[in-house]
């Protein structure tokens, strides 16, 4: 139990470094903190530790198909609609999108047994 709050507290504390750099003005410093993969960052070093690195690789690899498949056009959708129909609409239309692709890609990837 302790460890998912260290799990939970880590990646608080990178969200809310992003979020108050960007409120302090600190652009550079925000968009570089939101660039590290966070997620990934803590997880990988958690699951380094209790499965080890070829579980990590595995995971990566199904990650960064994942990424393409999903997140680019997650992101692409945004960078698209938020000029044109606002932002909180244009990140749930890329949520959409984002959740529609990854569930699509994760029943093929199963199925193929891709990444195990």
Request: proline letters at 3%; aromatic letters at 14%; glycine letters at 10%.
């Amino acid at each position: 139990m302790l460890n998912f709050l260290i799990y939970f507290i880590t990646g608080g504390l990178f969200t809310t470094l992003i979020v108050a750099f960007e409120q302090s003005g600190q652009r550079t410093l925000s968009g570089l903190a939101t660039l590290i993969p966070v997620f990934t960052l803590v997880a990988y070093f958690f699951i380094g530790q209790s499965k080890g690195g070829v579980a990590v690789g595995q995971h990566a690899k199904w990650v960064l198909v994942g990424t393409l498949v999903s997140w680019v056009p997650y992101m692409l959708t945004i960078a698209f609609l938020a000029p044109r129909i606002g932002s909180q609409k244009a990140i749930i239309v890329g949520l959409v999108v984002f959740f529609v692709l990854s569930l699509v890609y994760i029943l093929i990837a199963n199925r193929l047994g891709l990444f195990q």
